[in-house]
Nanobody, 127 residues
Framework: QVQLVESGGGSVQAGGSLRLSCAAS????????MGWFREAPGKEREGVAS????????YYSDSVKGRFTISQDNAKSALYLQMNSLKPEDTAMYYC????????????????????WGQGTQVTVSS
């Protein structure tokens, strides 16, 4: 069973940066997608970024493109999300997630396509 534990959230002012980390364990597949989605009160879940575990394919939502960067360290079984130029509208609970389907090879993985996710880490951006 996949276990995902996020960390790195916090409160920052607009224009600031945060780096989210996700420690992963329990994989049973050799090829899969990983990513981040977020959920804000009163809003639908939004896919933020996704990556193929063997590298080479990264996709971002239009709302974060150019500001956020997803990366992974397979040796550490870790996933990261570097968030720069944060805006108040980025305020949300951020979840690290994995998907068995390989949609990340061609596009951003949607929140309902993930099979497992962690408990989330809160990001709050003040104006």
């Amino acid at each position: 069973q996949v276990q995902l534990v996020e960390s790195g959230g916090g409160s920052v002012q607009a224009g600031g940066s945060l780096r989210l980390s996700c420690a992963a364990s329990g994989y049973t597949y050799s090829r899969f997608c990983m990513g981040w989605f977020r959920e804000a009160p009163g809003k639908e879940r939004e896919g933020v970024a996704s990556i193929y575990n063997r590298g080479g394919s990264t996709y971002y939502s239009d709302s974060v493109k150019g500001r956020f960067t997803i990366s992974q360290d397979n040796a550490k079984s870790a996933l990261y999300l570097q968030m720069n130029s944060l805006k108040p509208e980025d305020t949300a609970m951020y979840y690290c997630a994995t998907a068995v389907g390989l949609t990340c090879l061609t596009r951003l993985v949607l929140p309902n396509e993930y099979n497992s996710w962690g408990q989330g880490t809160q990001v709050t951006v003040s104006s």
